[in-house]
């Protein structure tokens, strides 16, 4: 795939998004949850880390019932996490270090204690009843369709004093914003003008294919895959409740707004086959800057199945659009524990050098495991709602592990989750002395995406390899790199491509192996990837 001239490349193209759950970064008051002084204190880890940009979970004032994806102030900041004077220090910090700023912006509900919503079920003639999605009850008083939340059990909620359900696609206690009100939607672009106007550099916009719902307010079909085990949620297709046809036009009048400001980008959380995914970039590329590309998360782990969905996401990018790449978020189970402690080496260094902008998991660089959570100490509303399947995400939302002692260095107090296991080797400070160390491996790379415009921003071609590996080429003006992966457990020998027959290694994810040059051929270590020059 081509790549445009690198001086019309913004800096969301060529640099790296760092995600923070702020919860679970660094600590500053011992209440145990880690908040925005903290991350202040912690900016210089991540220049020496050589991120480029930080992605901020929502920090606004929230109930926590969905740990502040449930906001009941779009306009400040909990008090959990600090102050605006906070928010404000840490962007002239972090812009100082030549560091972007990433909120989250949640545009598909609200808290069932914000103002607005607490309005909306004053009444059926308050102005704010519009805002939200309110229907009558189906003709035996039960909900009004068959829709279900994501989060267990109907999405729809009665309202005893208004007689009518309200819809939330998640929790009870996140109402679904109604998009097709103009004076929400105005309002809602104001939200992110606030924001810009403090100098922040960009939006996560949070589940956007959710933000639309059928107007008609058509039953969901069966899932006739549907089987035990899976979220309950799954038993229905979503026909009607995600990607409707007029999501287009809110896109655009939300690039419209980030097009007010120079240089700033908008990622969306968007969770779609490919060629549904890539609609999100928009009429001509009239709308998200980046949609997120979760291919690398849901993935059975091999060379094959990977192989086939960098080709398929490649050649469904419209002409023009800029790619991107995720392993691991709040989310999700953590890559090291999916894959394993070598697997998650790999997959470091294939986010890292996949043509299109990599965003990074905290702690994912350390090579941190899910922490298993004891059930009374079980945080997460969707484990709550539904548990025994799987679904937890706390233990991917742990401390972050700055030190050996006590709580990692991540509060004085009680951490708001357990630390795990294994803090002694796994964290910032004796994994930075330890030159095989997985921290070691990702500021490598990441030091070599940026000294190698080829990794950063260069053309990307995929090259005929064994089928247990990855092997492609990386250029940009002249210059080639060559990145060749081995999935498998035991060592392979790999052809280099006839037309880069010779190459010299510039870094191995085996820390111990000497750089050579290479002749025709490689052997690599199971599990072992290498980048190297096409001399
Ligand atoms: C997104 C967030 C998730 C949250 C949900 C509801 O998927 O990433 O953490 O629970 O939206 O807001």
């Given amino acids: 795939m081509k790549t445009g001239s690198t001086s019309t490349l913004a800096w969301w193209q060529h640099g790296v998004v760092y995600q923070i759950y702020p919860r679970s970064f660094q600590d500053s008051n011992g209440d145990g949850i880690g908040d925005l002084p903290g991350i202040k204190q912690r900016l210089d880890y991540l220049t020496w880390l050589g991120i480029d940009a930080v992605w901020l979970s929502p ?63 004053r009444n059926r003639i308050n102005p704010r009843r519009d805002w939200y999605i309110w229907r009558d009850p189906a003709p035996d008083g039960g909900p009004p369709n068959n829709w279900l939340s994501e989060f267990g059990g109907s999405a729809w909620e009665h309202d005893e004093a208004t007689g009518q359900y309200y819809y939330h696609a998640f929790l009870k206690q996140q109402p679904d914003l109604n998009w097709r009100n103009p004076e929400l939607v105005r309002t809602m672009h104001d939200v992110l003008r606030f924001w810009f106007d403090r100098g922040v550099d960009g939006f996560r916009i949070d ?58 980008v908008l990622i969306g959380e968007i969770h779609l086959p490919i060629e549904r ?48 790449w995720v392993v691991g978020n709040h989310d999700t189970g953590r890559i090291v524990t999916r894959i394993g402690a070598n697997g998650a080496r790999l997959a470091q260094m294939l986010l890292l050098t996949l043509r299109g902008t990599p965003t990074m998991y905290y702690g994912d660089e350390l090579g941190m495991a899910d922490v298993p959570i004891p059930p009374e100490l079980v945080q997460d509303p969707f484990e709550r709602n539904v548990p025994g399947i799987g679904v937890g995400r706390d233990p991917a939302r742990t401390p972050m592990r700055w030190s050996g002692h006590n709580y990692g260095g991540f509060t004085d107090g009680r951490p708001w989750l357990p630390i795990g296991q294994g803090l002694a080797r796994c964290n910032v400070e004796s994994e930075g002395a330890d030159p095989g160390s997985m921290l070691s491996l990702t500021r490598r790379l990441l030091r070599l995406r940026r000294e190698e415009a080829a990794l950063a921003v260069g053309d990307y071609q995929g090259m005929p390899c064994d089928e247990e590996c990855l092997s492609y080429l990386r250029s940009h003006e002249g210059r080639q790199l060559l990145v060749m992966l081995n999935f498998s457990e035991g060592p392979r020998r790999l052809s280099l491509p006839p037309q880069a027959p010779n190459a010299r290694m510039l870094l191995s994810s085996d820390a111990g192996r000497p750089l050579q040059t290479v002749r025709d051929s490689i052997a690599l270590q199971g599990t072992e990837g290498v980048i190297m020059e096409v001399v």
């Fill in 277 to 324: 995914l890539v609609t999100y970039y928009g009429v001509e590329l009239s709308g998200i800057h980046l949609p997120f590309n979760f291919n690398l998360i849901g993935a059975p782990w091999s060379a094959a199945i990977l192989r086939e969905i960098i080709a398929t996401y490649e050649g469904a990018l419209p002409q023009g659009a800029w790619p991107n």
């Fill in 59 to 121: 920090i606004f004032p929230s109930p926590m019932r969905d740990f502040g994806y449930d906001i009941s102030n779009f306009l400040d900041i909990d008090p959990i996490f600090g102050t605006l004077a906070d928010f404000d220090a840490l962007v002239e910090q972090m812009h100082r270090r030549g560091l972007k700023i990433i909120l989250d912006f949640v545009p598909n509900h609200t808290s069932d204690q914000h103002p607005w919503f607490q309005e909306s079920r």
């Fill in 207 to 264: 589940v956007l294919h959710h933000l639309l719902e059928d107007s008609a307010f058509r039953d969901n079909p069966l899932n006739p895959e549907f089987a035990p085990g899976m979220r309950p949620s799954h038993a229905l297709l979503r026909v009607h409740t995600v990607d409707q046809p007029e999501i287009q036009s809110v896109i655009t009048g939300l690039r419209r707004v980030a097009d007010e400001y120079p240089e700033r």
